[in-house]
């Protein structure tokens, strides 16, 4: 039978192309908030980093009222490195809303998302979004989206779906059309398509109880709480109930608590009904994939997958000569007790101590997945330090290594196709296709994750800044052997001290700098790049030695340029393996893992290396 008073819809799409706010306008629509009620934007987007990056990180379940019918809205990441949210969520849901840019068309992470949704056998309807935006061709975009959709393996029946289902849409002037040019000037018109053509809920509501949890959140008071879709029979609060393992380990529970999602909020009820998306408090240890089931008639369900990780990075506390001074959370202790308790919260990451006790490793699906955590600690007042990440290899059916290869998107100027398909070919990339337009061309290619990092700045620079870059994991191929790695070397600091003006202009003709006069700066510092390949020992404090015949008003000012400064990912994707980065609540520093030029020659000396170190 069908719960025709339910509708499970996930929102997917390409990043930025309006995902969270279409919700917003949704919620309005159905009368969410209160007259005059003021609400900040991208309401779901509530983590501080989910605001200031524009995207959406965690997987968020809301439910929304409209004729009579209870719409759970999952808005889904789109960004490749939080595709395991994508994958387990649509488990939850009937029908997706796949939201494109109404200019842009569909893009590489379009891609990623749609084919999962078109695995999971879902109906999809097209939401043409910014329609009003300059550019905006949204009934080719339309044609454009339906061409993936048959290219991706959609049926017949899902391609017939998304034909009939299209809606044009400015999700942040709170519109929704039938057609592009209709005038239509409110959302109504999506929430009649939702209610009237995505499919109810097929459930059997007097079957015995099978509920599966996709989504794990975690409560300081109740521990974790088990999110997931009730598929049949009704789960009640204060019920014994039995939770199946992904590994098919066994055992009984109770329900303490009960909860269904109430627009943004959650409401405790004592039961959930066969077909409607709850929250199960009082399971302890439950974890993506468990089925809880009627301990008498267990029903089984397919087990879910949670991604592999692809990269991995060390933690360890903080050995530079200025920690302490910018964070208050500086001790080994303390940073291995705030991972493990990532560990307990982020299923989708792998942490683990070393078995020397000298730092945490954390693997996650890319750097941003990995930079978001980061990011995280250092906003709670934590310093620390981390190593260059690390592809995690494989071992293939036949022994043979295998690594991770992605599937990169670069759209530029045709004028630098040539200089982007060298880049790509320096660092083991291969070119699949090549779509040259009259103006931009459009270039895609596999490559392994390892000559991703740090590729986007060089794209960025040969093509003056115009191109756009994305990136998806593939799957795992052979391994590709040595590739490029960075090929300027760096300068480092001598000395522990504030760097100085005089200095840094004498400095800058050798090539870009990373620090600005006054900036503190220690021995093994990062302080600049140089154009040639090895590592150059600079003294960043130097200042003029002034004769009697001359006074320092009598010089010129040191004309200087502004500093290279790095985000947290271009610092991680930057480093080679004998660096760290230094990341406190203020700053981001880059250094030598040996700080000393001595400790250096010595490493050096004993590897059989020869240490490129110039006056």
Known sequence: MQQQTIRNIAIIAHVDHGKTTLVDQMLRAAGAFHEHQQVAERVLDSNDQERERGITILAKNISIAYGGVKINIID????????????????????????????????????????????????????????????????????????LMMDLGATDEQLEFAMEHVVYASAVNGIARLSPDDGGEDMLPLLDMIVEGIPAPEVDADAPLAMQCVTVDHSSYVGRIGIGRVFSGTI??????????NDGSRSKAKVKQLFTFDYLGRKECSEVIAGDIAAVVGIDGTDIGDVYTDPEHPVELDPIEI????????FSPSTSPLVGREGDIVGGRQLKDRLMAERENNVT?????????????????????????????????FEFQVGRPRVLLEKGADGELLEPIEQAAVECASEYAGKVIEAFGNVGGIMVSMDAGDTQTHLEFKIPTRGVMGLKNHILNVTH?????????????PFAGDIGGRANGVMVSMTTEPAVAYALGTLQERGALFVAPGDDCYEGMLV??????????????????????????????????????????????YIMDDELVEITPKSIRMRKRLLTETERRKWNVRHGLVAKLEP
């Open 349 to 381: 990451m792998r942490i683990e101590e070393l078995e020397d006790k000298s730092g945490i490793e954390v693997a996650g699906r890319g750097i941003l997945h990995l930079s978001v955590l980061m990011e995280q600690m250092r906003r709670e007042g």
């Open 236 to 245: 009640h609060a204060g019920e014994d109930i039995l939770v199946v393992k």
């Open 528 to 573: 600049g790049e140089r154009p040639q390949a090895g590592d150059m020992v600079v003294n960043i404090a130097r200042t003029k030695n002034l004769g009697n015949q001359r006074s320092s008003t009598a010089d010129i000012a040191v004309q200087l340029t502004p500093p290279r400064t790095f985000s947290l990912e271009e610092a991680l994707e």
């Open 465 to 477: 800044g115009e191109a756009v870059f994305y990136h998806t994991f593939l799957e795992y191929g």
């Open 76 to 147: 889904t990441p789109g960004h490749a490195d939080f595709g395991g949210e994508v994958e387990r969520v649509l488990k939850m849901a009937d029908g997706a809303l796949l939201l494109v840019d109404a200019a842009e068309g569909p893009m590489p992470q379009t891609r990623f998302v749609l084919s999962h949704a078109i695995a999971a056998g879902l109906s999809i309807m097209m939401v043409i979004n910014k329609i009003d935006r300059e550019g905006a061709h949204p009934e080719d975009v339309a044609n454009d989206a339906l061409n």
């Open 307 to 314: 991604d592999l990780p692809t990269l991995s990075v060390i």
